[in-house]
Structures are given as C-alpha cells and as structure tokens.
C-alpha cells in the first residue's frame, strides 16, 4: 500500500510504503520530488480503532 501525503503536487512529496499486518502499518517512506525519489528510512504507525 502507498500513501502520498501531499497528492496533486509534483513536487516535495513524502510517500509511505508498506504493509498492514496486526494493526500496524509498517515500511519505508520516501522523499520524491521532479528529479525523483530518494528513501529516507522506516516507518511503523499503531492503528488504533475508535467508535
């Protein structure tokens, strides 16, 4: 799964990329912008469900 967080821009992008497994969301994120995407490291978000 990818999440662009700032879509409808092309430039100076950060997109995460990963997987959900147990309620987590993990993997790699990465800078992108008109000369391409570079990586930066890794990511990992604890989903929490509200009602």
Known sequence: M???L???V???N???K???QERKFS???MHASV???KPMGAFQLDLQLTQ
């Open 2 to 4: 990818s999440i662009d």
């Open 6 to 8: 700032n879509p409808g």
């Open 10 to 12: 092309a430039d100076n």
């Open 14 to 16: 950060v997109i995460l």
């Open 18 to 20: 990963g997987n959900i």
């Open 27 to 29: 993997g790699s994120w």
């Open 35 to 37: 000369a391409g995407a």
